[in-house]
């Protein structure tokens, strides 16, 4: 009898309950450790940071006005399925992705 995938998983409950669909379609006869059928193009355009600043020079008596802001992981685009296409060592573990992060300065020169 060809059992297919089901032979590559331990019949625990945990792994039977969590088993992935994908895992099903591959048609694995045994456990593949060194397998790339889930391996994927991880291509991106990343725009990382970006900074705008202006110096509005004297407003007051002595007094000049600088303002800038920033803003970090801007956008990414990719076709990538993962949370992040800029894993660390190449395997996506499903580790959290990196906020987007605003900040805007504001400052006076006496």
């Known amino acids: 009898m060809n059992t297919g995938a089901w032979e590559t998983v331990s019949y625990n409950s ?4 969590n088993l992935s669909t994908s895992y099903l379609n591959t048609g694995f006869k045994s456990r593949q450790y060194l397998s790339d059928h889930y391996v994927e193009n991880a291509s991106f355009l990343k725009m990382d940071n970006l ?4 110096n509005f020079g004297k407003i007051y008596r002595g007094c000049s006005l600088n303002v800038s802001a920033m803003v970090q992981n801007v956008f990414c685009i990719t076709n990538y399925s993962g949370v992040d296409p800029e894993v660390p060592n190449g395997i996506d573990r499903s580790f959290y992705p990196r906020p987007r992060t605003y900040s805007i300065n504001v400052g006076f020169n006496f």
């Open 51 to 54: 900074s705008l600043g202006y």
């Open 14 to 17: 945990y792994q039977l309950n």
